[in-house]
């Protein structure tokens, strides 16, 4: 079994910055891609960032310029750094990891963390 766990959500204005960590722990034999999702009140789940286990990044254009993904392997740990933040960027943040065990390969979530932008 394997455990994501988020941090580093809260409340921020307009115009501020919020840096969003996820550690990986468990029976981990390697980590594909690790991203993040957001979820606002009546909206979809939408993908935000992406980051393959080499380094390859994939954004949503609603954030690129603005979201900064990366993540360290040796922690199993993915981090989004967000600048700029506007009112629209408030949602609960997910990560998520494609985590290969012994046996299988499975798509994990963590458990969320709110994301407010409100002066």
């Known amino acids: 079994q394997v455990q994501l766990v988020e941090s580093g959500g809260g409340l921020v204005q307009p115009g501020g910055s919020l840096r969003l960590s996820c550690a990986a722990s468990g029976s981990i034999f390697s980590i594909n891609a690790m991203g993040w999702y957001r979820q606002a009140p009546g909206k979809q789940r939408e993908l935000v960032a992406a980051i393959t286990s080499g380094g390859s990044t994939n954004y949503a254009n609603s954030v690129k310029g603005r979201f900064t993904i990366s993540r360290d392997n040796a922690k199993n740990t993915v981090y989004l750094q967000m600048n700029s933040l506007k009112s629209e960027d408030t949602a609960v943040y997910y990560c998520?990891?494609?985590?290969?065990?012994?046996?299988?390969?499975?798509?994990?979530w963590g458990q969320g963390t709110q994301v407010t932008v409100s002066s």
């Open positions: 998520t990891a494609k985590v290969t065990e012994v046996l299988s390969t499975t798509n994990y």
